[in-house]
C-alpha cells in the first residue's frame, strides 16, 4: 500500500474517533443537570448535539462544550435548554428559543459570578473598595494596550470605591507574551509590579530581552535576581495557574475584566464602565 493510501484512510479515522468521542459525552464540561433525568436529560443532549453553538465555532453546542469548555456561548446556551426542558418546553419551542438568544446582544454583564483568587496578586486601589474589578490581560495583546490608560481613568474617578486585580493571561498566538508576565511577576517580587506594568505596555508590542533588561535597570531592580528568577522560569508555573483560573472562569481572549465576579461583556473603556459602575453597583463618582 502506498503511503498516500495509508494516510488517508487513516486521516479519515481519526476525523471520525475525534466526532464519536463527543458525541458520546452524556456529560459535557460545565452542564449543570439539575432537574433533569433519564429521557427528558436525552431529549435536552440531543438539542445540545443538534443546534449549533453561536460564537462563530461552526460546531455544536455540546460539541463545543466537550472542545472548547471555555466558551462562555455554549454555555450559555446549554443552560437554556436545560432551563426551559425544566420548565417543560418541547423541543421546537426549544430550538426556536435559541435562534432568539443567539441574536440577543449579550447583556453588560453576566448574571453568573464566578470566584476567582485574589490571593498574591497585584492591586491598584483601596483595600475595602466596594467593588473589585479583575482583569486578565496579555504584555503582547494591543487590546489590553489601549485598556491601560481606560483603566486609570476609571480608577481615577472611584478613587475610594474601586480596586483592580491584575491577572495572567498571555495567549500562545503572541510569542513574548509568556516572557513578559513571568518578568512582570519578577518585578512584583521586588515591589515594582506596576511600574514594570506600565513600562511594558508603554513600549509595547518590543518584549525582548533587552528592552524589559532596560526597564528592570530603570526600576532599579536588583539584577542578579531579576536574571536569576527569569532563568529558572520561577514564576512559570503561577502564570500557568492564572491561565487555567480563567479559562475555568470563562475567558477566551483579552482583555476580560470580571466586577465582583461578574464578567464584563463590552469594551473596557470609561464611557461603557462608568454607567454600569453607578446602575448595577451604586456607586458615586469622588
Not at 453553538?53 to 466558551?71: H, L
Not at 418541547?90 to 435559541?98: G, M, S, T, V, Y
Not at 495572567?168 to 508576565?181: I, K, N, R, V, W
Not at 483560573?245 to 461603557?272: H, I, L, M, Y
Amino acid at each position: 500500500m502506498s503511503f498516500r493510501k495509508f494516510v488517508l484512510p487513516f486521516f479519515v479515522a481519526v476525523l471520525c474517533l475525534g466526532q464519536a468521542t463527543w458525541q458520546a459525552e452524556t456529560n459535557p464540561p460545565g452542564v449543570d443537570w439539575a432537574g433533569l433525568t433519564g429521557a427528558k436529560k436525552t431529549a435536552a443532549l440531543r438539542v445540545m448535539q443538534t443546534e449549533q453553538c453561536d460564537c462563530g465555532c461552526n460546531m455544536k453546542i455540546a460539541e463545543c462544550r466537550v472542545k472548547d469548555p471555555s466558551c462562555g456561548d455554549s454555555k450559555k446556551l446549554a443552560k437554556a435548554v436545560v432551563k426551559e426542558t425544566v420548565e417543560g418546553k418541547d423541543a421546537a419551542f426549544i430550538r426556536a428559543d435559541l435562534k432568539r438568544i443567539a441574536t440577543e446582544p449579550p447583556p453588560t454583564l453576566d448574571d453568573e459570578t464566578v470566584k476567582i483568587s485574589l490571593a498574591g496578586d497585584p492591586v491598584r486601589g483601596p483595600d475595602n473598595a466596594k467593588l473589585t474589578i479583575v482583569e486578565f490581560s496579555d504584555f503582547q495583546c494591543p487590546y489590553c494596550s489601549k485598556a491601560v490608560e481606560e483603566a486609570k481613568e476609571v480608577l481615577r474617578r472611584f478613587p475610594k470605591d474601586v480596586k483592580l486585580v491584575f491577572k495572567q493571561f498571555p495567549l500562545d498566538s503572541h510569542s513574548d507574551a509568556e516572557f513578559g508576565a513571568e518578568a512582570a511577576l519578577a518585578a512584583q517580587a521586588q515591589g515594582k509590579f506596576w511600574e514594570m506594568h506600565d513600562l511594558l505596555y508603554a513600549g509595547f508590542p518590543d518584549l525582548t530581552k533587552a528592552r524589559v533588561d532596560a526597564y528592570a535597570r530603570q526600576l532599579k531592580l536588583d539584577m542578579n535576581r531579576f536574571h536569576a528568577d527569569l532563568a529558572s522560569h520561577k514564576y512559570k508555573a503561577r502564570v500557568q495557574a492564572e491561565e487555567k483560573e480563567g479559562e475555568d472562569a470563562g475567558v477566551a481572549g483579552t482583555p476580560t475584566f470580571f466586577f465582583n465576579g461578574r464578567k464584563f461583556n463590552q469594551t473596557f473603556a470609561a464611557q461603557s464602565v462608568v454607567p454600569v459602575l453607578k446602575k448595577d453597583f451604586g456607586l458615586k463618582e469622588n
